[in-house]
């Protein structure tokens, strides 16, 4: 099988150390930088928030510096000892020109210079062929009909979504189990 994972919030810990960076740098704005409930971060917050938000994931080497989920880079591994074909699919922000660079170093650092191959980056996951796409964005459009199931990886924001399997690092291979 081939095995499409998204990478932020999925692999990467985005959310979570983008909070924890905001917070440092903006105590007085704390309250703003919780778990969020959209998806989309424009969504989120007020105009004057976004900007502080955006000063930050769109600054060099944030994107580098990001730890990984916990349980992700051994689960990917796992996985793809058991003879699939592992694809990190991302999209980049539309602000690019520190993201793309980052994105694959942030793969060299923590996976080896062997997984910078099995890196794809585009605005449309739908053009991209795989079995599954594990992914923490609720609805995956674009220009074509998937061929892979999109498999939900649990957030707070994705939860009111039905009818699709979920997962996490902590229960992945019982969602899984066919792998």
């Known amino acids: ?3 499409l994972i998204d990478q932020d919030d999925v692999i990467v810990d985005y959310e979570r150390e983008l909070f924890r960076i905001l ?19 424009d969504n989120e917050f007020p105009l004057h928030i976004l900007e502080l938000v955006n000063s930050v994931r769109y600054s060099l080497d944030f994107n580098l510096l990001l ?4 349980g992700s880079l051994e689960a990917l591994a796992e996985i793809s000892q058991k003879g699939h074909e592992v694809m990190i ?18 793969v060299e650092k923590y996976l080896g210079r062997a997984w910078v191959e099995r890196l794809i980056l585009t605005p449309d996951k739908t053009l991209v ?30 939860q009111y979504v039905q009818g699709k399997r979920r997962m996490t690092w902590v229960n992945w291979k019982e969602v899984l189990y066919e792998l």
Do not use: Q
Request: contains cysteine.
């Open 129 to 158: 062929t795989g079995d599954l796409l594990i992914d923490d964005k609720p609805e995956i459009t674009g220009r074509k009909t998937p061929l892979w199931e999109h498999v939900l990886y649990t957030r707070k924001y994705n």
């Open 67 to 70: 730890p990984p989920v916990p």
């Open 1 to 3: 099988m081939i095995v």
């Open 23 to 41: 917070k440092g740098l903006y105590p007085e704005h704390a309250d703003f930088f919780r778990e969020r409930s959209h998806f989309n971060l």
């Open 89 to 106: 699919c991302s999209s980049p922000h539309s602000y690019y020109e520190n993201c793309v660079r980052e994105k694959y170093a942030w």
